[in-house]
Nanobody, 117 residues
Framework: QVQLVESGGGLVQAGGSLRLSCTAS????????MGWHRQAPGKQRELVAS???????NYADSVEGRFFISRDKAKTTIYLQMNSLKPEDTAVYYC???????????WGQGTQVTVSS
């Protein structure tokens, strides 16, 4: 099992910035992808950004150039720096941990990000 604890959501005006954090504990260390997804009211959950354990990163087109994913040296905490936020970025942001060898995944509890216009 992997436990995920998120922090850093909140309310910000359009054009502002926020940084989300997610720390994984438990059975970590295998080949994995750690990332952020978001779900806005009435919409499906979508990938925002992810980082493979090798360091490769992937971004949704809608956030490319505005959001940046990074991690600590232990590869157990990831960060999502969100800049130039737009009202359409408003959503609950979920941390995700996918273990490639076991083929299972885990989700954080979610953190609300609200961007006012």
């Amino acid at each position: 099992q992997v436990q995920l604890v998120e922090s850093g959501g909140g309310l910000v005006q359009a054009g502002g910035s926020l940084r989300l954090s997610c720390t994984a504990s438990g059975s970590t260390g295998d080949i994995h992808t750690m990332g952020w997804h978001r779900q806005a009211p009435g919409k499906q959950r979508e990938l925002v950004a992810s980082m493979l354990s090798s360091g490769s990163v992937n971004y949704a087109d809608s956030v490319e150039g505005r959001f940046f994913i990074s991690r600590d040296k232990a590869k157990t905490t990831i960060y999502l720096q969100m800049n130039s936020l737009k009202p359409e970025d408003t959503a609950v942001y979920y941390c995700n941990y996918y273990r490639w060898i076991r083929g299972d995944e885990f989700w954080g509890q979610g953190t609300q990000v609200t961007v006012s216009s």
